[in-house]
């Protein structure tokens, strides 16, 4: 690893302001994501701020019914939460699908979003990857691509974003809390933080330099089942090769995009009465394949419906 | 920089480079040498030790981040002359071949019972909101961050089992 300077931030404030004043500073929680990054020096940050023990792991209610999860709650202290087991059994399904024990005992909320996404060349340093080096190339379009997006990729870039605990967050309608730089806090939906590669596969949220994610809050449930489904090569300890969570009639699919992916077209139609085939091909329209991913589409045809079928058993 | 640690009991104090990783410091610095590194990249399970009780993968955290915690090796577990229970299951049940994975192994089965006993849900639960049965199928699921390359995988739920049967 690359020298880097470390500070514990005392306060979220403090935190904020010394990352907006350090060109290149990142913040560390769990660090299970930007350690391993920084040992293949694919990340060399020159400058950590140790967020871990900010007190922002508390899980409380909030008064509409919903749930406001702290950005330092670690991923087995959530799937473990008995409100969400029972109200939000999609989320405690989708962060038990993602790594290992040990993972998810260090993995925090914020830091689950934040992690960079997925691509074979993006870990290969020995290879163009524009989100690593801008204007490199991107050696996935006609390498091993088994693994990129099929919805909303560029010619720049088919990364995917590897987690579970987002995609049912997609599908509960999260919105995120933030700290921005300047002290204000802010909120915004989660599907408004991870965004398409375009031209800058590099950038891949919409935070500002310094701007501190503090919490997740889920909305009250809505009517309807809840289910997540993740398909893989090995049955644990496995990266996604496409998953789906399904709330009521939200549908968000995971490792097809560059972010947690909502098929808004799938669920207008179904809301609009099609059956759930008719529904998924209208979003399956919109997706494309680079080569050796072509597979991932026949699999959500027949995935998705499948999923919302088992969802919606046992509700009526 | 200056970072204190409680490892196996005893505080200590160490002097290093930022990028000091915990799994390193145990290893090179405190000579803490049953803690092993196999992949240093969260993917094999070998250098899983307990932090406040947690099991963690010692080689994706720093040592900086642990200022002022507990951690267990496997040196703490049990001493040659009194083995922990896990220990003497691992020996009893032929539990491994090499040996390389199984420091990693045994702590992370003594943080893996302890979240069964707090009633941590895991992908094979499928009751969310009942007690945990500790199936082979859960035993497994729970332990997969946990790589034996010689493939003990029967003879560590076996051992793993015994010990759960054998709790009061």
């Known amino acids: 690893m690359r020298p880097f300077t470390y500070e514990r931030a005392?306060?979220?404030?403090?935190?904020?302001?010394?990352?907006?004043?350090?060109?290149?500073?990142?913040?560390?929680?769990?660090?299970?994501?930007?350690?391993?990054?920084?040992?293949?020096?694919?990340?060399?940050?020159?400058?950590?701020?140790?967020?871990?023990?900010?007190?922002?792991?508390?899980?409380?209610?909030?008064?509409?019914?919903?749930?406001?999860?702290?950005?330092?709650?670690?991923?087995?202290?959530?799937?473990?939460?008995?409100?969400?087991?029972?109200?939000?059994?999609?989320?405690?399904?989708?962060?038990?699908?993602?790594?290992?024990?040990?993972?998810?005992?260090?993995?925090?909320?914020?830091?689950?979003?934040?992690?960079?996404?997925?691509?074979?060349?993006?870990?290969d340093t020995t290879k163009p990857c524009n989100k690593r080096q801008p204007g490199a190339g991107c050696a996935a379009l006609e390498g091993l691509n088994r693994n990129s997006a099929i919805f909303g990729a560029s010619r720049a870039c088919v990364a995917t974003h590897p987690s579970d605990m987002a995609v049912a967050m997609a599908a509960l309608d999260a919105t995120v809390e933030?700290?921005?730089?300047?002290?204000?806090?802010?909120?915004?939906?989660?599907?408004?933080?991870?965004?398409?590669?375009?031209?800058?596969?590099?950038?891949?949220?919409?935070?500002?330099?310094?701007?501190?994610?503090?919490?997740?809050?889920?909305?009250?449930?809505p009517a309807g089942g809840q289910l997540y489904r993740k398909v893989r090569d090995r049955a644990s300890y496995s990266a996604g090769l496409v998953s789906v969570a399904v709330v009521g009639g939200q549908i968000a699919l995971g490792a097809v995009a560059h972010k947690p992916w909502r098929a808004e077209r799938a669920e207008s139609a179904l809301a609009r009465g099609s059956t759930a085939e008719e529904a998924i091909d209208k979003e399956l329209a919109h997706a494309s394949a680079n080569g050796q991913n072509a597979f991932k589409i026949d699999l959500l045809r027949g995935l998705i419906p499948a999923v919302l079928a088992e969802a919606q058993r046992g509700v009526q | 920089m200056k970072t204190t640690i409680t490892v196996n009991g005893q505080a200590r104090t160490l002097d290093a480079d930022p990028r000091?990783?915990?799994?390193?410091?145990?290893?090179e610095t405190l000579r803490l040498t049953g803690t092993k590194k196999g992949c240093d990249h969260g993917q094999c399970g070998a250098c899983t030790v307990l932090v406040n009780g947690v099991r963690i993968n010692s080689c994706l955290s720093l040592l900086a981040m642990h200022d002022g915690d507990e951690v267990t090796t496997i040196e703490g577990v049990g001493a040659l002359d009194n083995l922990a229970p896990i220990q003497k299951a691992f020996l009893r049940e032929d539990a491994f071949q090499c040996g390389y994975c199984t420091p990693g192994q045994i702590c992370s089965a003594l943080g893996m019972l302890k979240e069964v006993a707090e009633n941590w849900p895991s992908q094979e639960t499928v009751d969310l909101t009942g007690p945990i049965r500790l199936t082979d199928n859960e035993l497994r699921e729970r332990m997969s961050g946990n790589l034996c390359r010689c493939s003990a995988y029967p003879q560590i739920v076996a051992a793993i089992r015994s010990v759960v049967e054998a709790a009061p």
């Not at chain 1, 023990?53 to 409380?60: G, N």
Request: some cysteine; glycine content about 10%; aromatic content about 4%.
């Open chain 1, 10 to 123: 005392a306060t979220a404030a403090g935190a904020v302001s010394s990352a907006a004043a350090t060109p290149g500073a990142r913040f560390i929680a769990g660090g299970t994501n930007l350690l391993d990054l920084m040992k293949l020096d694919i990340e060399h940050p020159p400058h950590l701020i140790d967020i871990g023990r900010l007190p922002l792991a508390r899980l409380e209610d909030t008064a509409d019914g919903g749930l406001r999860i702290g950005a330092m709650a670690t991923n087995s202290q959530v799937a473990a939460d008995v409100r969400v087991r029972s109200r939000y059994r999609v989320l405690t399904q989708a962060i038990v699908a993602g790594g290992s024990g040990q993972l998810r005992n260090k993995a925090t909320t914020g830091g689950n979003l934040m992690q960079r996404t997925r691509c074979a060349y993006f870990y």
């Open chain 1, 178 to 221: 933030t700290l921005t730089p300047s002290g204000q806090a802010r909120a915004f939906p989660l599907a408004e933080l991870h965004r398409s590669p375009g031209e800058t596969p590099d950038v891949e949220t919409d935070l500002a330099r310094g701007e501190l994610i503090t919490a997740v809050v889920l909305p009250p449930p």
């Open chain 2, 20 to 27: 000091t990783i915990l799994l390193d410091a145990l290893r």
